[in-house]
């Protein structure tokens, strides 16, 4: 039978400024609602991959407290049969669904503290006895779904497995790594989380609800207030060639909504195109600080990281906040395999200071 729903798209799919190359990014919750017996929503999914062309090597960025098992199982299979190189990043979590669908790449990269969680499908259920025995039954099924992915990608014993899915087992990078449900570890990049009310946690952006969940860790529940001076994660970690073209972007390039109309998710990936926002979730628009990627696809422009640091000292950015800004704009600076001005000798830098002046002036 085919449904046809309104769901909302959770992923976004776009080419990465290196040639050869896609992203799929998954932040958030994996569908609004069941793909069970939708072949509308799974198509588009997988038309939008395809609309990708020819690549070699598609990136899947995740950043996920779950969702839709048959959202996770669809995209899971669609992503094995994909013919590009699957290189996948756990941005901060990947639990319940979501830790399916990484199980999909051919590398999974894993920061430090991130993040990854395994546990049986569950589901909400109303009938007499015959009913539930019979949902029941499907569950175990599901499971056995489930047992048979993480299997092929660990080498762990079934038994080992069903013991883990039995428990909500959740992983550390160095666990998942040593587990097999990762590859490697990430040391370069670190995931931001804070609290944001009882059993509400903000993970690189992402709100998780941790009372759905039976045994959060206790890294999860002791996490302290976001601070004022929030460097956010930038939103994508690719980059465009040197000589594209910036102008520092207005709220209207980001969206057609109000600062008021959008949800503090959308602020959140938002703030991730800048160096410095007052607070978590920004309170507007002009709190933001220090553009430097490109709003229609999240990518670090060289004009942008330049402008920034030139800008750096008239930001009103607090003096406490003003180290690890520099740390975020020196990342991108080796992106373009440059060093920060910072990072030069004292003479040095009062010459590249200059330098930067010259290039915002002549764009060269």
């Known amino acids: 039978m085919v449904r046809s729903r309104n769901s909302r798209r959770f992923w976004q799919v776009r080419s990465a400024a290196d040639p050869g190359v896609g992203e799929l990014l998954l932040y958030g919750e994996i569908a609004d609602s069941t793909w069970w017996g939708d072949e509308v929503t799974p198509k588009a999914f997988w038309e939008d991959l395809q609309k990708l062309g020819d690549i070699k090597e598609l990136r899947v960025f995740i950043n996920s407290p779950g969702g839709d098992v048959f959202a996770g199982q669809a995209i899971y299979s669609m992503l094995r049969r994909h013919s590009a190189t699957k290189l996948v990043y756990v941005d901060g979590l990947a639990a319940s669904a979501a830790s399916l669908v990484a199980m999909a790449g051919d590398r999974i990269v894993m920061p430090r503290n991130a993040m990854m969680m395994?546990?049986?499908?569950?589901?909400?259920?109303?009938?007499?006895?015959?009913?539930?025995?019979?949902?029941?039954?499907?569950?175990?099924?599901?499971?056995?779904?489930?047992?048979?992915v993480y299997e092929d990608r660990t080498g762990l014993e079934r038994e080992r497995i069903i013991e883990m899915l039995d428990a909500e087992t959740w992983l550390t990078a160095e666990e998942a790594v040593a587990l097999g449900f990762a590859t490697e570890i990430e040391d370069s990049k670190a995931v931001a989380a804070s609290l944001a009310g009882p059993g509400r946690l903000v993970i690189n952006g992402v709100t998780v609800d941790l009372t759905r969940f039976q045994h959060p860790p206790k890294v999860l529940t002791v996490v302290p207030q976001v601070k004022d001076g929030v460097v956010p994660d930038g939103v994508s970690p690719g980059a465009v060639p040197r000589d594209t073209p910036w102008e520092a972007p207005?709220?209207?390039?980001?969206?057609?909504?109000?600062?008021?109309?959008?949800?503090?998710?959308?602020?959140?990936?938002?703030?991730?195109?800048?160096?410095?926002?007052?607070?978590?979730?920004p309170a507007s628009f002009g709190s933001l600080k220090l553009p430097h990627h490109?709003?229609?696809?999240?990518?670090?422009?060289?004009a942008g990281v330049v402008a920034a640091a030139q800008r750096l000292g008239q930001a009103d950015i607090p003096e406490e906040d003003l180290e690890k800004v520099r740390a975020h704009l020196a990342s991108h600076y080796h992106q373009f395999g440059r060093k920060a001005p910072w990072e030069e000798p004292d003479a040095q830098n009062r010459l590249r200071l200059l330098s930067l002046e010259l290039e915002l002036l002549t764009g060269h």
């Open 118 to 148: 395994i546990h049986n499908p569950w589901t909400w259920a109303a009938g007499d006895a015959n009913t539930l025995r019979a949902i029941a039954d499907d569950l175990d099924k599901i499971r056995e779904s489930l047992v048979a």
């Open 250 to 281: 207005d709220l209207q390039d980001f969206t057609d909504k109000t600062w008021d109309e959008l949800s503090d998710e959308e602020k959140r990936r938002i703030a991730g195109h800048y160096a410095w926002v007052a607070e978590m979730p």
């Open 294 to 302: 490109r709003p229609s696809d999240g990518a670090v422009v060289w």
